[in-house]
């Protein structure tokens, strides 16, 4: 297993230009091109924006402007629920390459995920723009985070494909599961109301159980809030959880490898 | 210094769980996740296969489909582990199987050149170098920036070939690739193979083309059901299989056959054939050469069996081309008769006549039959080009009234080491003058 997570290194290359790829295939043949990256997120706002300040207003104290908080935490949630979309499939629409060409298939899921979390990168100047203009300029000193919460979300999805890539091969129901389960753990997690919003204490346990609380309230205090980041010991926890995970993960997909070309 | 080494290699394809697909929810159900992540049926593929081949030599793999031809290349590749046993190879592996298996249809030929080239194993540097090479090779200097989804499936197959090739392996291992492309590419697949050749790379050929074989390869092996069947000088490989094929072909013919004739003997036969005698009136169907097989006649004179038989007077249905072949009808006359002919025809698959005679045309007068009679056509030498015919047999009046009439009943394969076109090959010699000269292989 570790042998074959070294040989990956070999393979960084083609996990670059495979994701170069994935990234230039999305937008080939549309008007707009690469501008969509940005336009997207830029639509979203404006959508939350009108829907959270006049149709349904929420006036929770401290996170004015509420579309902007919001956006937080959606922009790393899409990084991470379009991934594992995406790296369920991988496996099966990559078939001719797993049964037809020498290739580690965890390259797969794993570009995935990385070209999810490249279009993450393109929604951040636009939140980080909107975030000087209405509400303050993140703390350098919270920047530092920034970094550490990227890598920890980035292990804990990686982790995560690799397990559901490989099971889907097997089940392929578990993309519809995956679709149900993402919206409910959507709603489940402090992204589109503030973990802290009175009324919820109740639900403290539950919010503290689910890894992507974690994420979510990290990026939110980092980018969002004012002064220290007060969750640091959570998002590190998560970190090294997010590492065994990943080793069990690499470990299901290893032992479940050779099935692949027989199955898929 | 060998190349590839297959030692006692066995591969068993596994089945999960017998249905299409299964899903989380009935596994959940049912309990059986960890069963349904279990192999449920097993299929042998290759059974203990041993072969080796030397460095710089070139193999060839012959076999029918679902021999296990291409299991053993993608051992070889290390696509797939052996089950049991041991391969090993050394050196630059790649492997013509699937061309342009990785092609992306959205992004252009030039991008899908540098991911394809990545992932059989090439560094960017590298292909940069070679870029221009490989795209002279696949003849698409002026399409490479367009998108690959564009492209004609002779062109993806030019461009997954052009990017494999330039690998540069010490080994190439190569799967009835020769199929794709036109006459001048593939002679330029077999030029590539050639300079190969001559450059000392191993090259590992998996093809149904057995003039390649024989032309190409320094070795062979014979793969049956998964196991070897023979090995070594490609000659005598290639023709043991051909004579395995044959006596297979010679099972398929004698059931196309056995099942024509009682067919032509059931009821509904008996029906159509009091159809086509009502059209006419004297029993022939409206056109003699439209081929419709089926046997009519009134029987009084009956052709009871009738059997082909080749140069060792056994029943065959499978002869090569200038063999003799004898056609022996076994007669049975109810009543003695004075007024009878003999005919034979042969047809193409195309229902072209190659070849009709009977008695009458040959000015036999006939005389007397009674009871039960033999008839021997004998053909000294068969010469009709490769391919597969059907035999009309019929005893009949001299004014053409069929006693017995069984038309395109009965089917033969004639098999051909030449390529040659047409129906009728005639017996011929070349000659030239002496400043022509051929190479021979």
Same mark, same amino acid.
């Given at each position: ?264 | ?23 989380? %929810?009935?596994?959940?159900? %049912? ?119 564009? !492209? ?202 190659? !070849? ?86």
């Amino acid at each position: 297993m570790f042998a074959n997570l070294a040989q990956l290194i070999r393979y960084r290359g083609l996990i670059q230009s495979l994701v170069a790829r994935e990234l230039k295939a999305r937008y080939r043949g549309s008007v707009l091109g690469f501008f969509w990256s940005l336009i997207n997120p830029l639509l979203l706002l404006a959508i939350y924006s009108f829907v959270f300040t006049k149709i349904m207003p929420n006036r929770v104290e401290g996170v004015q402007p509420y579309a902007l908080f919001m956006f937080c935490g959606i922009l790393p949630w899409n990084w991470f629920s379009a991934s594992l979309t995406e790296s369920a499939g991988s496996l099966i629409s990559g078939g001719n390459l797993i049964k037809k060409v020498l290739f580690p298939a965890e390259v797969l899921p794993i570009v995935s995920v990385l070209a999810n979390m490249v279009h993450f990168f393109f929604g951040l100047p636009i939140l980080i723009m909107f975030l000087i203009v209405y509400r303050h300029p993140p703390d350098a000193w919270d920047l530092v985070w920034f970094p550490v919460a990227v890598s920890v979300e980035l292990v804990f999805t990686l982790a995560l494909a690799l397990v559901v890539s490989a099971l889907t091969v097997h089940f392929r129901d578990i993309r519809d599961i995956l679709a149900n389960l993402l919206m409910f753990w959507f709603f489940a997690t402090p992204i589109i109301y503030p973990w802290f919003q009175p009324g919820l204490e109740r639900y403290r346990t539950l919010f503290n159980v689910n890894p992507f609380t974690h994420l979510a309230v990290s990026y939110q205090e980092i980018l969002f809030f004012n002064g220290p980041i007060g969750h640091w010991k959570w998002l590190l926890g998560l970190g090294a959880g997010s590492i065994v995970l990943f080793l069990g993960g690499y470990w299901i997909f290893d032992r479940l490898r050779d099935s692949f070309a027989e199955a898929v | 210094m060998t190349a590839i080494e297959l030692i006692g290699v066995s591969k068993i394809y596994r089945r999960f769980s017998g249905r299409q697909f299964s899903t989380l %929810k009935s596994a959940l159900l %049912k309990r059986s996740i960890l069963r349904d992540l279990r192999p449920s049926e097993t299929f042998p593929a290759l059974k203990d296969v041993s072969f080796v081949v030397p460095e710089g030599s070139t193999f060839g793999v012959v076999g029918r489909n679902g021999s296990g031809k291409s299991t053993a290349l993608k051992l070889v590749a290390g696509i797939t582990k052996p089950t049991a046993g041991i391969v090993r190879v050394r050196g630059r592996v790649s492997a013509l199987i699937e061309l342009g298996a990785g092609f992306h249809p959205e992004i252009s030929g030039r991008e899908n050149v540098f991911i394809n080239g990545i992932m059989l194993g090439l560094t960017k540097a590298e292909i940069q170098a070679r870029f221009d090479e490989i795209v002279d090779f696949a003849e698409l200097r002026e399409f490479i920036d367009a998108p690959v989804k564009t !492209y004609s499936s002779g062109m993806y197959m030019r461009l997954g070939f052009a990017v494999a090739i330039h690998v540069d392996p010490d080994v190439l291992l190569v799967d009835e690739v020769l199929a794709v492309g036109d006459e001048a590419f593939t002679h330029k697949c077999l030029d590539k193979f050639a300079e190969f050749r001559r450059r000392g790379k191993t090259i590992l050929l998996v093809t149904h083309s057995l003039p390649v074989v024989e032309r190409f390869c320094d070795d062979a092996v014979w793969l049956d059901e998964g196991s070897v069947r023979a090995q070594g000088d490609p000659r005598r490989v290639v023709d043991a299989y051909l004579t395995a094929v044959e006596k297979s072909e010679e099972q398929q013919f004698a059931t196309a056959t056995a099942r024509a004739v009682e067919a032509a003997a059931g009821p509904a036969a008996a029906q159509a054939a009091e159809n086509e005698t009502a059209s006419t009136d004297n029993g022939q169907p409206a056109d003699m050469f439209q081929a419709v097989e089926g046997r009519w006649g009134s029987r009084e004179v009956e052709i009871s069996e009738v059997a082909l038989t080749g140069a060792d007077g056994r029943p065959s249905f499978v002869f090569r081309s200038g063999d003799p072949m004898s056609i022996r009808l076994r007669i049975h006359a109810a009543q003695p008769t004075d007024d009878f002919v003999f005919g034979v025809g042969l047809f193409n698959t195309a229902g072209v006549c190659c !070849y009709g005679t009977n008695t009458y045309v040959e000015e036999m007068t006939p005389a007397r039959l009674e009871g039960d009679a033999e008839v021997t056509f004998a053909i000294e030498a068969l010469d009709l080009v490769e391919g597969t015919y059907k035999l009309d047999v019929a005893v009949h009046k001299r004014d053409g009234a069929p006693y017995d009439y069984h038309r395109l009943l009965y089917t033969f394969r004639v098999n051909s080491r030449t390529h040659d076109v047409g129906i009728y090959r005639p017996r011929h010699k070349w000659a030239f003058s002496e400043n022509v000269k051929f190479t021979h292989s």
